[in-house]
């Protein structure tokens, strides 16, 4: 019996290795699995931004193939009769008729709505954070450009994809939304008429507008994005994963935890943690509740009409900028309009031709797989800062509005406070920065020459108190130093190299600290 058993396992086994061994020979299974699945990844809470971005990507499809199961992109009018008493009676588009009901009738529709919703938001806000922490950090540098435009294509396409999926509902604010764009369209000389009768199928808002959208939305945005996210994973395990400066980390190698089995536990945990908070989200704050705005007439604007928030810097530039309007050969331009469609892609583009800049400018033609310290790169630093600043002065301009309601200002006092803040507050906080950098790396020089301060003040021989000071231990020193510092930082102790910097590293600093500690003396405070 024992003999017949152990003789049906080994012939169950060879079948699964001939099966393994076909599978093998013609797809590589055996070969990648083993290439990839040891793969190391760094272990830095940063990295999980990235990972945020791609669980969020999830949830919008999972929720999105179930709201396309019960809505219907139509704007043929339908009279409403539903749950939702308000509303019965009132003619409205097909579009908006099934929002209501998804919120209403469909059992866990508007969890799933909202869900969707804030999914969108956040995901849009985890890709722009993930990508000034590459920003920040230098890691778009060589060989890894493509990548960052990859990331940068997959953020420019999500505004736009948000922009849609915002308008589907036919409601009053997504409707006003659209107006703003179609007054862009116009904008533009010459063409402006053609682009909006072809965008919305003849005069706004015509009847084409929600199934274009729908269909851009769900099939065609959504599958390049996903094409973009598979070739952007794909090529940061090709080149594989950058990681900050340390003991025992250079640019050959990566230390950190392999794929299989730590880190897919741990990325699949996270994974759970991401939907939990986004569920609980929905569940506990509302958005978009579009029975409150009602359908979408064109003889009708939404009061306090705010797009969400990651468009809410291209209505600023509308609305900040003043009405200006010339005529040129028989043709009028809107500059009002005008000159911010313009400004709008403008702004996102430099994010996205950054990398070329920055290695044209400098002449760095170099690999690099070890991150910068953003303190360490102020020039670097303190652009994203001003970017930054351009793009929450013109959120802030968006909602002027609002920001007047509030506060109890006049609307022209903040109008005109963001208009001289777009020029002022961006070249301020370069200076600022700039200058909060160079002085965090003299802080960091005096902690490698002299030490950590200990709060001890002792007593020498000959009188004089100094404060007892404690070294660095060498992994500390090393993470401070494993780096190329500005040359105009640096005095005529270091030596120069290439690319305009200087490089000091952790046997010089050390060297130079002995030299400045007075023999038989304890370390001075600066």
């Known amino acids: 019996m024992t003999t017949t058993r152990e003789a049906s396992n080994t012939q169950e086994a060879s079948k699964g290795e001939r099966v393994a061994d076909w599978l093998d020979g013609r797809l590589g299974i055996h070969t990648l699995g083993r290439k990839y699945l040891r793969k190391v990844f760094p272990d830095h809470w940063s990295f999980l931004l990235g990972e945020i971005c791609l669980y969020s990507f999830v949830v919008l499809i999972l929720t999105g193939v179930y709201l396309t199961l019960f809505f219907h992109p139509s704007m043929n009018e339908v009279t409403y009769h539903g ?4 509303l019965n ?11 209501l009901d998804i919120s209403f009738d469909v059992r866990g529709g508007l969890l799933i709505r909202q869900l969707h919703h804030w999914a969108a938001l956040i995901f849009v806000a985890a890709m722009l954070t993930h990508m000034m922490r590459h920003f920040f950090t230098g890691s778009f540098r060589k060989p890894r450009e493509l990548n960052w435009v990859f990331g940068w294509t997959l953020l420019f396409l999500g505004l736009f994809e948000g922009l849609m999926g915002y308008s589907l509902p036919d409601d009053l604010l997504s409707g006003t939304g659209l107006r703003f764009v179609n007054g862009a369209l116009l904008s533009v000389p010459i063409v402006g008429t053609y682009l909006s009768m072809f965008l919305f199928g003849g005069e706004f808002p015509g009847h084409d507008i929600v199934p274009r959208f729908y269909s851009l939305h769900v099939l065609l945005i959504p599958g390049v994005m996903a094409a973009l996210v598979v070739v952007h994973i794909l090529l940061v395990v090709y080149h594989k994963h950058t990681q900050f400066a340390g003991p025992g980390k250079t640019e050959r190698n990566v230390v950190g935890t392999p794929f299989m089995p730590v880190y897919l536990a741990k990325a699949g945990g996270f994974f759970f943690l991401v939907f939990g908070g986004l569920t609980l989200i929905a569940a506990v704050a509302a958005i978009n509740p579009v029975w409150v705005y009602g359908p979408f007439r064109p003889d009708q604007v939404s009061t306090g009409a705010q797009p969400d928030w990651y468009l809410g810097f291209a209505e600023g530039l ?4 003043p009405g200006w309007e010339i005529t040129l050969w028989g043709h009028t331009l809107v500059l009002g309009v005008l000159i911010p469609v313009v400004v709008f892609p403008l702004l996102l583009v430099f994010i996205g031709v ?42 802030a301009g968006g909602g002027n509005d609002i920001v007047a309601t509030r506060l109890h200002l006049s609307i022209n006092t903040v109008t005109w406070t963001v208009r001289i803040a777009v020029f002022v507050l961006p070249a301020v906080v370069f200076v600022a920065t700039r200058r909060i950098c160079l002085g965090l790396q003299l802080r960091d020089r005096e902690l490698v020459l002299h030490g950590r301060e200990t709060g001890l003040i ?9 404060e007892v000071h404690q070294p660095l231990d060498q992994a500390r020193l090393h993470t401070l130093t494993a780096h190329e510092r500005p040359g105009e930082l640096v005095g005529g102790e270091a030596h120069p190299d290439r690319a305009g910097t200087d490089h000091v590293g952790p046997d010089q600093l050390s060297l130079d600290r002995r030299r400045r500690t007075p023999s038989g003396r304890g370390p001075r405070s600066s």
């Open 83 to 86: 749950s939702y008493v308000p």
């Open 89 to 99: 009676g009132v003619r409205m588009s097909e579009a908006y008729a099934s929002t």
């Open 318 to 321: 509308v609305r900040v900028m």
């Open 354 to 395: 950054y990398p070329f800049l920055e290695s044209r400018l400098t002449g760095d033609k170099r690999e690099h797989h070890l991150l910068d310290r953003p303190r360490n790169r102020p020039t670097r630093t303190a652009i994203g800062a001003a970017w930054i600043s351009v793009y929450l002065i013109l959120l």
């Open 458 to 466: 002792k007593r020498l021989p000959h009188g004089e108190y100094v």
